[in-house]
Nanobody
């Protein structure tokens, strides 16, 4: 059973930065895709970014492109999301997820098999 734990959320002013971390355990995680999604109150959970095995392939949502950076440690078990130039509309619960069936990143939340509990990010104006 894969376990996923996020950390690093918090309260930040608009224009500031936060770095989220996601630690996964319980499987051959180096050969998986890991992704970040977010869900604001009253909205659907949406894709933010994803990274394939060994970090060789990355995908971003348009809203994250140029401001967020996803990365992965060499062991493949930990994924980071560096978020810069944060905006109030980035306020959401951020979830980390693992897709064990592919080496390549994708944005489809139904394809991800394991999810963390989420970490709150609040950006004040």
């Amino acid at each position: 059973q894969v376990q996923v734990v996020e950390s690093g959320g918090g309260l930040v002013q608009a224009g500031g930065s936060l770095r989220l971390s996601c630690a996964a355990s319980g499987g051959a995680l180096a050969y998986t895709t890991m992704g970040w999604f977010r869900q604001a109150p009253g909205k659907e959970r949406e894709f933010v970014a994803a990274i394939g095995w060994r970090g060789g392939s990355i995908m971003y949502a348009d809203s994250a492109q140029g401001r967020f950076t996803i990365s992965r440690d060499n062991a493949g078990n930990t994924v980071f999301l560096q978020m810069n130039s944060l905006k109030p509309e980035d306020t959401a619960v951020y979830y980390c997820a693992v897709d064990v069936d592919t080496l390549w990143p994708n944005s489809e939340k139904y394809r991800y098999d394991y999810w963390g509990q989420g970490t709150q990010v609040t950006v004040s104006s």
